[in-house]
């Protein structure tokens, strides 16, 4: 999080221009944005004066539904003006975001079914091309359980070096998006480490079949192999 004295990057449409944090605010049902600056940091940061919100707070003494149908009463002569409470718009806020995260984690979705097959596909081709190779493994004394490791271990080896790549884009892609000031990413070790076990896990999982069919192959058969 950030405190007081941060450099932060801010844009209101122009060029970012370099901030400094001067308090952190406690949560106000007035307060709808996460940050608030003066009109001379508006206008530094390429901000076009124009009215978009009026906030109203309403008083201890006052019924905030009955506030609410006189409010809206006298909004009836302008329909482009929406009222809305603090939950109501960040809710507003957040609904485009959800979509986008659905359609991202589809497509991760998609992704992992690819590499799934890609990988499964790649081991099952590797042991059909090296099944000689494993004849001579087994006839100079290779243990199925050691030929079972050899193709468990390349499984693995095949999908961590693709979430190698993977997180590499993506931080580097984070830190690139970071810096136009316009979004606040954040990225953490702890999800890092996740997609490492993840990857490690698929990769032992869907390359169990081809290591377990590499490893029951007779030594005879696999060496008269063609």
């Given at each position: 999080?950030?405190?007081?004295?941060?450099?932060?990057?801010?844009?209101?449409?122009?060029?970012p221009?370099?901030?400094?944090?001067t308090?952190?605010?406690?949560?106000?049902p007035?307060v709808?944005?996460?940050?608030?600056?003066?009109?001379?940091?508006?206008?530094?940061?390429?901000?076009?004066?124009r009215?978009?919100?009026v906030?109203?707070?309403?008083?201890?003494?006052?019924?905030?539904?009955?506030?609410?149908?006189?409010?809206e009463?006298?909004?009836?002569?302008?329909?482009?003006?929406?009222?809305?409470?603090?939950?109501?718009?960040?809710?507003?806020?957040?609904?485009?975001v959800v979509?986008?995260?659905?359609?991202?984690?589809?497509?991760?979705?998609?992704?992992?079914?690819?590499?799934?097959?890609?990988?499964?596909?790649?081991?099952?081709?590797?042991?059909?091309?090296?099944?000689?190779?494993?004849?001579?493994?087994?006839?100079?004394?290779?243990?199925p359980?050691?030929?079972?490791?050899?193709?468990?271990?390349?499984a693995?080896?095949?999908?961590?070096?693709?979430?190698?790549?993977?997180?590499?884009?993506?931080?580097?892609?984070?830190?690139?998006?970071?810096?136009t000031?316009?979004?606040?990413?954040?990225?953490?070790?702890?999800?890092?480490?996740?997609?490492?076990?993840?990857?490690?896990?698929?990769?032992?999982?869907?390359?169990?079949y081809?290591?377990?069919?590499?490893?029951?192959?007779?030594p005879?058969?696999?060496?008269?192999?063609?």
């Amino acid at each position: 999080g950030l405190e007081a004295g941060d450099k932060i990057r801010l844009t209101a449409g122009g060029a970012p221009i370099l901030a400094t944090v001067t308090g952190i605010y406690a949560k106000n049902p007035a307060v709808l944005l996460r940050y608030i600056g003066s009109l001379h940091l508006f206008d530094a940061a390429g901000g076009q004066p124009r009215d978009q919100f009026v906030y109203a707070v309403v008083g201890d003494n006052y019924d905030e539904a009955a506030v609410r149908a006189e409010v809206e009463k006298a909004l009836s002569v302008a329909p482009a003006v929406t009222l809305e409470n603090r939950d109501e718009f960040a809710e507003a806020q957040r609904a485009p975001v959800v979509v986008l995260l659905a359609l991202i984690q589809g497509m991760l979705g998609l992704a992992l079914v690819i590499a799934v097959l890609g990988i499964a596909n790649t081991l099952g081709l590797s042991v059909s091309e090296r099944t000689r190779e494993i004849g001579i493994r087994m006839a100079i004394g290779a243990r199925p359980a050691d030929i079972r490791l050899q193709f468990l271990l390349e499984a693995v080896i095949i999908s961590v070096a693709g979430c190698l790549i993977g997180v590499l884009i993506g931080v580097a892609g984070a830190f690139a998006v970071a810096s136009t000031g316009k979004l606040l990413v954040l990225v953490t070790l702890s999800s890092m480490l996740l997609a490492f076990a993840v990857a490690s896990g698929i990769g032992i999982f869907f390359g169990l079949y081809p290591a377990n069919k590499a490893a029951k192959l007779k030594p005879i058969e696999a060496l008269r192999y063609p």
